[in-house]
C-alpha cells in the first residue's frame, strides 16, 4: 500500500510536470493546451441487500448489505493521456476474491507518444501475441485484474517492425506481486518490411517474444531459480478467405505452488485456422499445454499474479444452464485441446432456407488430460513426470453444440440450441470422487415484437441429466419497450434434484432503464450457485437472495 | 502524502472542468492500435466516413444481445447506408479464445460492416466502454455526439433516426 501511494505522488508530479512543460515549450497559453483535452471514463456500482436462505444454502451475510464500485477516468489531449481508476468493496460482494477489500486507487498512468517512441509510465495492459507467455489484462465483472505496474516502451524501428518493452510488478487486488516481470517482443509484418511483397495477396506477420520474472529464493529446502525465462514464436498468414495462427511456447523450470514444484520445462502449442466467405465459416482449432502456469509469484493459486493467459479451447456459451453449472475453463497444468466451429447460412429461397433464411451454427470441442507417466523422482531431479506428445489422457470435457436462427415472420424469430456436454467435475472444480457429469441441454429462444420497439423474449431451457444435483429447467421473459425499459422475470427450477426436498425454484425478478449511457437495474430473489465465466476466467459464485442494484455509466 | 493527493485532485478537476466545457468540440475517436481481420494492424484514427456519420459498435462472438443488434441492423443497413451514407464500424473484443471465429463469424452472417479487433481491449479503454453491447455516433466532422449501452429489439430504429439527423446536419443533443 505504501508502495503504491509513493508512486502515486511522484506520478501526480509528473503529470504536472509533464503538462506544463509541454505549455512553455510550445509557447501556448494553458488553457488554451488544455482546451484541446478531452475526458472520458466510465462507472459502475453494483450493491446487494442479503437475505438469509437456508434451503437454497444462502448464508446470513453479517454486514446485510455488500458493494462493490469504480470509476475510470482517461484524460487525452493530443498524443498525451493519462488516466486513474478508483475501486471500492464495501464489503466486496459475496464470490469475489476475498483479498478485495476496502478502497483506493488501483490503476494510474501517464503515457506520451512522440514520433515512433510511445511510454508508458505506470499501470498498462499488454498483451504479447495470443498471450501465450504475457498477457495483462482485467475483466473487471470477475474482479480479474494482472495489470502491470512499470515502464512500457514501444518503438517503431522500421516499417512494420514494432517492438515493445515491459518491465514491472503485477497488480494483487490493492497490493503488488512479489516478482518482477520483464519481457521484449517484437511484430514484424513481413508484407510491410519488404516492399517487394508490399502487394502481395498472401500476407504474413512474425512475432518473437521473450519473458522473464525475477523473484527471490527464500525457500531453505530446495534451490529455486530466481531468473525464470521463457520465449515464444509466432506466424498469422492471411490470405482472401483463408487464415491460420500459430503460436510456439517454452517456459524454462519454474517450480512452483502449481506444479508441485518440479523442476520440468514448461511449453504450449495453439494452432487455428479458418476459412470463411459468404455464407460460410469454419474454424479448426487445437492446442496442448504442458506445466504452463507462469506467476510473477511462484506460490500464488486461484486467478492470482499469472503472467500468461491460456485460452480455453471451447464455446463460450450465454444461456444460462449452458454458462453457469457446467462451462470449461484451461488446465494450466496440461490439457490438449481440440475445437471445430461452422456457421452456415441456408439462403433465402431454398428447402431449408425458406422465405427469410436461415443459418445453423455448429461446434465441438474437447480437452484431455495429457498422458503422463510419473517418474517419482522428487528427491533426485524433480523432473515430475513425462508426456507423450500426441497421446490423450482422462477425459477433462466435451461439448458437442448445434443451433438454428430463423425467423419466421416480421414478428417472431427464434434461436434453437442443443448441446451434449461430458464434464470431468472432479479436476474442473477440484471435487475429488465426483463423478463424471454427462449432460443434454435444450433451449428455445423466441423473440416476438409487437411493435417497432415492443418485444417479448422467451427463453425456456432444459438440462437432463443423472449426475450431480439432476436435472433443470429454466423459463425466462423479458419484455423490453426500446430505446429505455426491460423487464424480466427468471425461473430456475431444479426438479430433478435426487433430494426431494432440494427441488426449489430460484424466482428472480428484475426491471431496468437505459438512458444513452447510463444504465440502472433492480433484480429482486433469489440466484442459483453458479460458476461465471467472462473470457478464460472462472469465480464461483455461492446461492443468495435478495435485493440487487447495479448503475453502470459511461460518458 | 496526503498534499499530493489533494494536489492532484485539484489538477484533475481543473483538466475536467476546462475538458468539459470544451466537451461538444473536442470528443474525437482515440487513437488505438486495434487488428484487422487478416491480422494486420489498424490505428482506430484512420477511421472516417469522408464527412458522414459513423456508427461504433462493440461486440463480442460471445454475447447474445450484441449479435443479435449486429444481425438485426445487417436487414436494415443497405437502406440506411443508401439514405444516409452512415458507416458501422463493429469492434469485436473477442480474446484469443474466440478471435479466430469473428471473421468465420461476420462472413457467415454476410456483415458488410467494417470489423475490427480489440482482443486486450485497449479501444475499449480508451473509450470508457464498460459493458458490450455498447454503440458510439460519430457525426460529420468526427466528434463523438451520442452513445448507449445495451441492446433491446427495436433500438436499431432509435439509432438510425439519430444517424438521419446527423446526416442532415442537425445537431442530436
Known amino acids: 500500500m505504501r508502495i503504491q501511494i509513493r508512486n502515486f505522488s511522484k506520478l501526480s508530479c509528473l503529470l504536472i510536470g509533464v503538462l506544463f512543460g509541454f505549455n512553455s515549450l510550445t509557447g ?13 471514463g466510465n462507472f459502475q456500482f453494483d450493491a446487494q441487500y442479503y437475505q438469509e436462505d437456508t434451503l437454497i444454502g444462502a448464508q446470513d451475510v453479517p454486514e446485510k448489505i455488500l458493494s462493490n464500485g469504480f470509476l475510470n477516468l482517461v484524460y487525452t489531449n493530443g498524443n498525451f493521456s493519462t488516466g486513474v481508476r478508483y475501486e471500492s468493496y464495501l464489503n466486496a460482494l459475496l464470490g469475489f476474491p476475498p483479498g478485495y477489500q476496502g478502497s483506493g486507487i488501483t490503476y494510474r498512468f501517464a503515457s506520451y507518444t512522440q514520433d515512433k517512441l510511445s511510454i508508458t509510465v ?59 516481470v520483464r519481457g521484449l517482443d517484437v511484430d514484424i509484418t513481413l508484407n510491410d518490411l519488404f516492399s517487394k511483397y508490399s502487394e502481395s495477396k498472401t500476407r504474413v506477420i ?31 498468414i492471411n490470405r482472401g478467405y483463408f487464415n491460420f495462427n500459430g503460436e510456439y511456447a517454452y517456459k524454462y523450470n519454474d517450480p512452483s505452488a502449481d506444479n508441485g514444484f518440479i523442476y520440468k520445462p514448461g511449453e504450449a502449442i495453439f494452432l487455428q485456422t479458418s476459412y470463411s466467405r459468404k455464407g ?21 493459486g486461484q486467478q492470482d499474479l499469472l503472467i500468461n493467459f491460456i485460452p480455453a479451447l471451447t464455446k463460450q456459451h450465454t444461456y444460462n444452464l449452458l454458462a453457469t453449472l457446467y462451462p ?63 497421446s490423450l489422457g482422462e477425459v477433462f470435457f466435451k461439448d458437442f453444440n448445434v443451433q438454428l436462427n430463423k425467423k419466421f415472420s416480421k414478428k417472431v424469430t427464434g ?27 435444450g433451449i428455445a429462444d423466441v423473440t416476438y415484437k409487437f411493435a417497432q420497439k415492443k418485444s417479448l423474449r422467451t427463453e425456456a431451457q432444459v438440462l437432463l441429466t443423472k449426475q450431480d444435483q439432476g436435472d433443470w429447467v429454466t423459463l425466462l421473459l423479458e419484455y423490453s419497450y426500446a430505446p429505455h425499459w426491460f423487464f ?34 433492480l433484480s429482486y430473489g433469489r440466484q442459483r450457485a453458479g460458476i461465471f465465466c467472462v473470457g478464460g476466467v472462472c469465480r464461483v459464485v455461492p446461492a443468495s437472495n435478495g435485493l440487487y442494484l447495479s448503475v453502470t455509466s459511461s460518458f | ?64 444481445p450484441c449479435k443479435r443488434e449486429l444481425n438485426n441492423i445487417t436487414e436494415l443497413y443497405e437502406d440506411w447506408q443508401e439514405e444516409t451514407g452512415v458507416k458501422l464500424v463493429a469492434i469485436s473484443i473477442d480474446d484469443t479464445r474466440n478471435m479466430a471465429k469473428v471473421a468465420p463469424y461476420v462472413n457467415g452472417k454476410g456483415w458488410e460492416y467494417e470489423v475490427y479487433i480489440d482482443p486486450n481491449g485497449d479501444f475499449k479503454r480508451a473509450l470508457g466502454v464498460n459493458n458490450v453491447p455498447h454503440t458510439f455516433l460519430v457525426d460529420g466532422d468526427g466528434q463523438i455526439v451520442w452513445q448507449h449501452n445495451s441492446y433491446s429489439e427495436g433500438d436499431e430504429y432509435e439509432l438510425f433516426e439519430l444517424v438521419k439527423k446527423l446526416s442532415e446536419g442537425q445537431s442530436i443533443k
Request: some cysteine; hydrophobic content about 40%.
Open chain 1, 28 to 40: 501556448q497559453s494553458f488553457q488554451e493546451t488544455l482546451s484541446k483535452g478531452q475526458i472520458r
Open chain 1, 206 to 236: 512474425v512475432g518473437f517474444s521473450g519473458i522473464s520474472k525475477y523473484q527471490q529464493d527464500l525457500n531453505s529446502q530446495l534451490v529455486l531459480p530466481e531468473n525464470v525465462g521463457s520465449f515464444a514464436g509466432r506466424i498469422n
Open chain 1, 328 to 390: 470449461y475453463a484451461t488446465q494450466l497444468n496440461g490439457e490438449i485441446a481440440f475445437q471445430a466451429d461452422l456457421i452456415y447460412k441456408f439462403k433465402k429461397g431454398t428447402l431449408l432456407g425458406g422465405k427469410r433464411g436461415m443459418d445453423i451454427l455448429l461446434n465441438i470441442a474437447t480437452a484431455n488430460n495429457l498422458d503422463t507417466t510419473q517418474l517419482n523422482d522428487d528427491a533426485t531431479s524433480r523432473q515430475g513426470y513425462e508426456s507423450k506428445y500426441f
Open chain 2, 1 to 64: 502524502m496526503k498534499h499530493f493527493r489533494i494536489l492532484l485532485t485539484i489538477f484533475a478537476i481543473s483538466i475536467a472542468t476546462v475538458a468539459l466545457a470544451q466537451e461538444k468540440s473536442n470528443r474525437v475517436i482515440p487513437a488505438v492500435d486495434v487488428q484487422k481481420l487478416n491480422g494486420s494492424k489498424f490505428n482506430t484514427s484512420e477511421i472516417k466516413n469522408d464527412g458522414k456519420p459513423i456508427i461504433i459498435n462493440f461486440w463480442a462472438t460471445w454475447c447474445a
Open chain 1, 122 to 180: 505506470g499501470n498498462f495492459y499488454e498483451q504479447f501475441g495470443n498471450g501465450l507467455i504475457f498477457r495483462t489484462y482485467e475483466e473487471r465483472g470477475l474482479g480479474y485484474d494482472n495489470v502491470m505496474d512499470g515502464v512500457r516502451l514501444k518503438y517503431d524501428l522500421a516499417k512494420g517492425v514494432k517492438l515493445t518493452g515491459v518491465i514491472g510488478k503485477q497488480r494483487l487486488f490493492f497490493e503488488y506481486g512479489d516478482g518482477i
Open chain 1, 415 to 441: 434461436r434453437f440450441t442443443y448441446a451434449n456436454l461430458v464434464y470431468n467435475q472432479d479436476v474442473i472444480e477440484g471435487k475429488p470422487g465426483a463423478p463424471i457429469i454427462y449432460a443434454d441441454v
Open chain 1, 280 to 300: 460460410f465459416g469454419l474454424v479448426l482449432a487445437a492446442k496442448r499445454n504442458d506445466n504452463m502456469s507462469f506467476r510473477s509469484d511462484r506460490t500464488a
Open chain 1, 488 to 521: 424480466a422475470f427468471l425461473d430456475q427450477y431444479n426438479f430433478g434434484n435426487p433430494d426431494p426436498n432440494l427441488r426449489v425454484h430460484y424466482y428472480n425478478a428484475s426491471m431496468g432503464y437505459v438512458d444513452g449511457g447510463n444504465r440502472i437495474s
